[in-house]
């Protein structure tokens, strides 16, 4: 039976899904959780049954040589060789990519050239791409882009006021992200709606930690709440979204920080839990309101 892999990593974690083809069924779902850091797990549901356990995972190699030897070890596969294709998320694509492409050299060079952009992910995803074609040789890898659904976004709607050089010499411009999500939600609206895709006006709403709206034209992106970075947009679980870009520099010198610390600040102690000085969490908020 052939198995088709996909793949989520994050800056310390992996999430996957092991499915059965050609009817999709899921094997398999997982998590390896706190990568690097001290009190790893893994979690794995398979045939209405769990495994969780905790146990060392110093990096993303590992994790990965972990996940594939306890697919044998539960009997999820008996050969490697039944695992044909391996889907992974990409966070950045940058303009390289508008779609879904086959992993090769070149596609991993550039993934690792765009790591500037998305520091947290593309470094681990890539990583966790190596090590998948080293150990399944024989199976396709393809990367799945954030950004891609958005490279249909007009100029008018990607582009910043700011100096065009930018653009020209540093590629500044909006990006978006969640695109897989939104495309997804946006086809599977058509379908209820029961009206072809591309004829449909679409407002599309990617709510979690990190959240983001999407409207979709004819079928296409046509803008995106988020930006440069996933930290732009509307308020996020942590996140600011977005705020007065003088607001940073006025910040920065009356907190004394410098602009990696601001960064930090903006993307991990603002947005829900920066407000309500409760939880990034909405229900602890609404309890915490109703407390009060």
């Given at each position: 039976?052939?198995?088709?892999?996909?793949?989520?990593?994050?800056?310390?974690?992996?999430?996957?899904?092991?499915?059965?083809?050609?009817?999709?069924?899921?094997?398999?779902?997982?998590?390896?959780?706190?990568?690097?850091?001290?009190?790893?797990?893994?979690?794995?549901?398979?045939?209405?049954?769990?495994?969780?356990?905790?146990?060392?995972?110093?990096?993303?190699?590992?994790?990965?040589?972990?996940?594939?030897?306890?697919?044998?070890?539960?009997?999820?596969?008996?050969?490697?060789?039944?695992?044909?294709?391996?889907?992974?998320?990409?966070?950045a694509g940058g303009e390289y990519f508008d779609k879904s492409v086959i992993v090769d050299e070149?596609?991993?060079?550039?993934?690792?050239?765009?790591?500037?952009?998305?520091?947290?992910?593309?470094?681990?995803?890539?990583?966790?791409?190596?090590?998948?074609?080293?150990?399944?040789?024989?199976?396709?890898?393809?990367?799945?882009?954030?950004?891609?659904?958005?490279?249909?976004?007009?100029?008018?709607?990607?582009?910043?006021?700011?100096?065009?050089?930018?653009?020209?010499?540093?590629?500044?411009?909006?990006?978006?992200?969640?695109?897989?999500?939104?495309?997804?939600?946006?086809?599977?609206?058509?379908?209820?709606?029961?009206?072809?895709?591309?004829?449909?006006?679409?407002?599309?709403?990617?709510?979690?930690?990190?959240?983001?709206?999407?409207?979709?034209?004819?079928?296409?992106?046509?803008?995106?709440?988020?930006?440069?970075?996933?930290?732009?947009?509307?308020?996020?679980?942590?996140?600011?979204?977005?705020?007065?870009?003088?607001?940073?520099?006025?910040?920065?010198?009356?907190?004394?920080?410098?602009?990696?610390?601001?960064?930090?600040?903006?993307?991990?102690?603002?947005?829900?839990?920066?407000?309500?000085?409760?939880?990034?969490?909405?229900?602890?908020?609404?309890?915490?309101?109703?407390?009060?």
């Amino acid at each position: 039976m052939e198995k088709i892999l996909s793949i989520n990593s994050g800056s310390s974690s992996l999430k996957f899904k092991l499915f059965a083809m050609p009817d999709e069924k899921v094997l398999a779902k997982g998590l390896f959780d706190r990568i690097g850091i001290d009190n790893s797990r893994v979690t794995i549901k398979y045939d209405g049954k769990k495994y969780d356990e905790q146990r060392e995972l110093k990096d993303h190699n590992q994790a990965v040589h972990v996940l594939l030897s306890l697919f044998k070890e539960l009997k999820l596969i008996n050969d490697f060789n039944e695992i044909t294709g391996v889907g992974h998320r990409v966070v950045a694509g940058g303009e390289y990519f508008d779609k879904s492409v086959i992993v090769d050299e070149d596609v991993m060079n550039k993934i690792d050239e765009l790591a500037e952009y998305a520091p947290l992910h593309n470094p681990a995803e890539l990583v966790g791409i190596r090590v998948f074609k080293e150990l399944l040789p024989n199976a396709v890898s393809v990367a799945v882009f954030d950004t891609a659904y958005h490279q249909t976004m007009p100029k008018a709607n990607y582009m910043y006021s700011i100096p065009y050089e930018w653009y020209e010499k540093y590629h500044v411009r909006k990006y978006g992200a969640h695109g897989t999500s939104h495309r997804y939600v946006a086809h599977e609206a058509a379908k209820l709606l029961n009206k072809p895709f591309e004829d449909l006006k679409i407002i599309t709403c990617h709510l979690g930690a990190g959240a983001s709206i999407c409207a979709t034209m004819n079928g296409k992106s046509f803008d995106s709440s988020m930006g440069f970075t996933p930290l732009a947009g509307i308020t996020m679980a942590t996140r600011a979204g977005d705020i007065d870009a003088s607001l940073v520099s006025f910040m920065m010198e009356k907190l004394q920080i410098n602009s990696s610390e601001m960064i930090d600040i903006l993307n991990h102690k603002a947005g829900l839990i920066g407000i309500s000085g409760v939880s990034s969490d909405m229900r602890d908020v609404l309890a915490a309101a109703d407390d009060n």
